[in-house]
């Protein structure tokens, strides 16, 4: 199955890192609009520059139920509490959790039977 992300973007080294990392999640995607998504993938290390588009992009995603995932600046344990309290997943940099936080996302009855 073919997942549809919307994922924040921006010209900082996390947002070219952290698609090298999807690419390498074995997860099958494409990059969407917003309100075509299956999920929202938030980068946090965008949020110094870009915190009103993003906080946009979340109530957005509020509105149309869809998950959001928020992903870590790299090496830092801390998130914003306004990121935290929306999201569905806080994830790192492992292409594994990243793919696996995703399908948890967009599959939630899948999560909950394991």
């Not at 080294?13 to 090298?20: G, L, N, Q, R």
């Not at 299956?38 to 906080?55: F, N, P």
Request: with cysteine; glycine share 8%.
């Amino acid at each position: 199955m073919e997942v549809r992300l919307y994922i924040t973007e921006g010209d900082i080294e996390d947002h070219h890192v952290f698609m090298e990392k999807l690419g390498l999640s074995g997860l099958s995607w494409r990059q969407t609009d917003l309100e075509d998504a299956d999920a929202v993938i938030i980068l946090v290390g965008l949020w110094g520059t870009m915190k009103e588009k993003i906080m946009d992009d979340v109530k957005r995603a509020l509105k149309l139920s869809k998950p959001i995932i928020t992903v870590r600046p790299y090496g830092l344990e801390n998130v914003p509490v306004e990121l935290e309290e929306v999201s569905s997943e806080i994830v790192g940099w492992n292409p594994h959790c990243i793919g696996e936080a995703i399908e948890d996302a967009v599959n939630p009855e899948d999560k909950n039977q394991t």
